[in-house]
């Protein structure tokens, strides 16, 4: 079992940053790859990045690269968001969540468990 904590999120004007939180407990996390994801309001929930078990390699979705960095500190079981020059359409729930077989994975049926998500609002 995995528990899965975000927090970070809030209401932000365009062009502003926030750096979302996940702490993780109830498993060793330094085995498990982990990834964030987020779902707007009446839209199905979408990959943003991943990251590998160790930190050293990481994918963005195209509409964040540049912008976003995803990083973890397995020694404090979280992994993080940085989230700059934000958008109105980065409007979303956000949610962390953890893989299992350590892969670097894009879809959300390949994540074992979830969090409760954030809400990040991106005013313009």
């Known amino acids: 079992q995995a528990q899965l904590v975000e927090s970070g999120g809030g209401l932000v004007q365009a062009g502003g940053s926030l750096r979302l939180s996940c702490q993780a407990s109830?498993?060793?996390?330094?085995?498990?790859?982990m990834g964030w994801f987020r779902q707007a309001p009446g839209k199905e929930r979408v990959f943003v990045a991943a990251?590998?078990?160790?930190?050293?390699?990481?994918y963005y979705a195209d509409s964040v690269k540049g912008r976003f960095t995803i990083s973890r500190d397995n020694a404090k079981n979280t992994v993080f968001l940085q989230m700059n020059s934000l958008k109105p359409e980065d409007t979303a729930v956000y949610y962390c969540a953890a893989d299992l077989l350590g892969t670097v994975a894009t879809k959300p049926d390949e994540y074992d468990y979830w969090g409760q998500g954030t809400q990040v609002t991106v005013s313009s």
């Open positions: 990251i590998s078990r160790s930190g050293a390699n990481t």
């Open positions: 109830g498993r060793t996390f330094s085995s498990t790859a």
